[in-house]
């Protein structure tokens, strides 16, 4: 067993995402083992373009509450920094805006008084349309353009930030800083390299304690303790029942990660081929060998725009003898919709769409089934509408609601009736959102496009 | 038979950020993965013609020292529009599991 690393620096990483729960206890531990700093995230694109689209968040207010309250407690008791990237989901302003609204709402129950910084990466569609005519932006694959018309189409856009913003607020004399969209990494990172830790031990840790937990034997089992020095790292499970495995932390660099060898970052590359995953213990690993190449400062764009609406309808079918010829079924069912609404709406409709989907069958994939399958036992028949505004699609289902619930396989057999669960029978979804930008915008300096602001505490406004 | 579902003992898909889905499969043995981690059916152009993206965007590496060969490949649409059925592309994978592997004579090559 290698010997443990001399002067780490040590972050205590709580969860994967702030709002999926954690426990003071978990914390308490981390503390102990002498944490300098607390880092999580409480973002991502995972869950779809909505979150940033919307500025709303993903976790209810209530989650994130409980999980933000234990931290600033935390925070306030061991008088260590507070790092949380990627606010609010989405790390949008209004995102941002929310969660420092509840971290004062936190202070104001709880007579805390920290210093909150507020790092702000939104962007501007104009601005960035004009860095895109300067040659400032590229595309990421597999995207192979830059379209300036693209930035107009997005609701919102965020630039995600790399540490340095963290390293300044800090630096500044924040004991919390409270980030919009930042690199899952960088959060972590920000403090190690703020005390000089290496820039490949520091990232690599970073990558490898983004979930939480997941890189432990016990997923889902609290967070981990990173301790990062000039040339590796240590990973820990805070939680007394996980443990980390030299397979649990190398192969944590496969997940949500399309390359398994290198990251691109902001100022950079983590290139992880070297790198080696030694036991210390039976619950800890140290890994050495990771490098970080330096690159022009880049930083990544997402941006998410409406296009549509959606109504919903969903029938539940257990007739044998459609469900014995399920595929002719849909197939016929499609026709006859989209020529009903097209001969009783016509030009009104505008471009819409209807989309039958068969749960129990082959909903999910959308592809052909084995002929030679049984049929299914039951089928839930879900139909999309979608429509330039939301009472279209609402129309548009109104319009097929009478043959969506009657239509028979065959036109000789007497009208059957199909399962609806709802009255009404159409659920408006709202609106469609798409991730329209995968690109990055070069600065000549980390925080040029990042906006920070301090909240005082106990001062008049906020009293 | 040699089936993935067979040669493998776990196998996942996931969302790789908004444009791209990424499957790892977790190998039984070495002797498994030595036979089967580059065998045609797992290559780009097999891959490609399964999920109906373009080969030359498909990567492929095989990770001798986890038993895991990782495949990532392309959304034909961007996560989450009109036409999503998998948000996260978490169930991406199943349509693998079936697929007849052939052994490469050559092995895993370096």
Known sequence: MPPRLASTTNILVPTGALGLGMTEQDVATGLAAGAHAIACDAG?????????ATGRPKYSRAAVKADLLILMKAQARAKIPLLIGSCGTSGGDMALDWMRDIALEIARENGLKPRIALLYSEQDAALLAAR????????????????????????????????????????????????????????????????????????????????????????????????????GFEVEPLSAVARCTPRTVSSHMLYENSDPFLLHEPGGVLDVTAARYEPIDDRTVQVTGSRFVPKPYTMKLEGAGGSGWQTLMLVGIQDPGVLAEIDRFVGQMHEVLMERVRN?????????????RPYGWNAVSGTPVDPAAPPPREVGLLFVATAATQ??????????????????????????????????????RGQVFEFKLNHVVHVDHPNELVRTEFVELGEPAYV | MSEVREICRYVRSKNAGPF?????????????????????????????ALYGVDPAMVKHFPL?????????????????????????????????????LEANPEGVTP
């Open chain 1, 44 to 52: 991502s694109t995972d869950s779809g373009p909505a979150y940033l």
């Open chain 1, 132 to 231: 895109a005519a300067a040659g400032r932006i590229e595309p990421l694959a597999p995207m192979r353009t830059v379209d300036a018309a693209l930035f107009g189409e997005c609701d919102h856009i965020v630039a995600l930030m790399g540490p340095e913003p963290y390293i300044a607020a800090l630096e500044a004399g924040a004991d919390i800083v409270l980030g919009g969209r930042t690199t899952d990494t960088a959060v972590l990172a920000a403090v190690p390299l703020m005390r000089g830790a290496g820039a490949g031990a520091a990232w690599h840790a970073g990558k490898t304690a983004e979930c939480g937990g997941l890189c432990t034997t016990h997923a889902r089992e609290g967070g981990v303790m990173i301790r990062v020095g000039k040339d």
């Open chain 1, 344 to 356: 009783s709406m016509g030009a009104e409709a505008g471009v819409f769409d209807i989309s039958l």
């Open chain 1, 391 to 428: 009472e279209l699609a609402t129309q548009i289902a109104k319009t097929c609601n009478p043959w969506f619930f009657h239509l028979p396989l065959n036109p000789q057999t007497p009208m059957p009736s199909y399962a609806f669960p709802f009255s009404p029978a159409e659920v408006e």
């Open chain 2, 20 to 48: 791209w889905i990424t499957i790892d499969l977790y190998f039984h043995d070495r002797e498994g993965f030595d036979r089967y981690a580059n065998a045609p059916q797992l290559r780009p152009a097999a891959i490609g």
């Open chain 2, 64 to 100: 001798p020292d986890l038993l895991i060969l990782k495949i990532s490949y392309p959304r034909l649409r961007p996560q989450g529009g009109a036409m999503e059925r998998d948000m996260h592309g978490g169930q991406q994978y199943i349509r693998l599991l079936d697929v007849e």
